[in-house]
C-alpha cells in the first residue's frame, strides 16, 4: 500500500536569533495548511543580507532548536551539506531528495515584496507552492511588488494544500492573522552577546551538527 506524502512547510532565514516569532508563525501556518511538519533552513549565508553582525551557523542552529522543542518543527543546517546558495537551488533539491514528501515553501510578507530580486524567483515558484504569512508594516509593499503581480493569478485557498492533493504550482496562498512585532534584529540590539551563551568558552568552537535531519535523510532515500 502506497503511503500518504508527509506535508512539510519550509521555513528559511538566518535565524539571527530565532525567537517566539519565528515559532508562532510556523505553528499557525502548519494549522492553516495541514501542515504534519516544518523544517526551519537555518541559512550559511542569505546573499541579500549584510554579513556585518550575523552571528557563526552554530548559534543560529541552537537556538532555533531551543525555540523549536516540543513542537512539530526540525531545525536544520542543510544547506550547508547541500552546498547550495539560492533557495530555488536549495528546494530543487530537497524535493529530488526527499520524493514521499510535498513541500510548502513558507515566507513573510516582507520576503514577497522583494521576491523579484531573488534568483530564479519565477522557478522557484514553480517548484512547489508558496504560502505568505502577513507581517505588520509589509503588506502594502508585498501586495504591489513584481513579484505579487505575477503571482496573483495562481492564489489558491489554504483548503486546497489541507486536502492533500496533487496541487501543482506555482499556487500562492495568503494568511493573515494576530500581528507578531518580535524580531531578530530588537532582539540583537538588547542583548548584543546572544550568541556567545551557545557557542561556549573555547577557543576552538565546535563544529554544526545536523544530526536529526540526516537520520531521516537515510532513512527516506533508502525508503
Do not use: C
Not at 61 to 72: T, V, W
Not at 142 to 149: E, G, L, R, V, W
Amino acid at each position: 500500500m502506497r503511503r500518504p506524502p508527509v506535508l512539510t512547510g519550509l521555513l528559511g532565514g538566518s535565524f539571527n536569533p530565532a525567537h517566539g516569532g519565528h515559532r508562532r508563525i510556523t505553528l499557525f501556518a502548519a494549522a492553516a495548511l495541514g501542515l504534519d511538519e516544518t523544517w526551519w533552513l537555518v541559512s550559511p549565508g542569505n546573499p541579500l543580507k549584510p554579513r556585518a553582525g550575523m552571528a557563526p551557523l552554530r548559534a543560529r542552529l541552537l537556538s532555533a532548536r531551543r525555540q523549536a522543542r516540543r513542537a512539530a518543527i526540525v531545525p536544520t543546517a542543510i544547506e550547508q551539506q547541500l552546498g547550495t546558495r539560492y533557495t530555488v537551488d536549495t528546494l530543487a533539491k530537497l524535493v529530488r531528495r526527499y520524493p514521499h514528501r510535498r513541500f510548502v515553501w513558507l515566507m513573510g510578507s516582507d520576503n514577497l515584496a522583494q521576491l523579484h530580486r531573488w534568483k530564479d524567483w519565477r522557478r522557484l515558484a514553480r517548484t512547489m507552492p508558496i504560502a505568505v504569512v502577513a507581517r505588520p508594516g509589509y503588506d502594502a509593499d508585498a501586495m504591489t511588488s513584481p513579484a505579487m503581480a505575477w503571482l496573483r493569478r495562481y492564489i489558491v485557498p489554504a483548503a486546497s494544500i489541507r486536502k492533500r492533493g496533487q496541487w501543482s504550482a506555482p499556487a500562492l496562498v495568503l494568511l493573515r492573522f494576530d500581528p507578531d512585532h518580535r524580531s531578530a534584529t530588537a532582539l540583537r540590539r538588547a542583548h548584543a552577546g546572544w550568541a556567545e551563551e551557545y557557542l561556549g568558552t573555547g577557543d576552538r568552537p565546535a563544529p554544526v551538527r545536523d544530526r536529526l535531519t540526516f537520520r531521516r535523510v537515510r532513512s527516506e532515500e533508502d525508503a
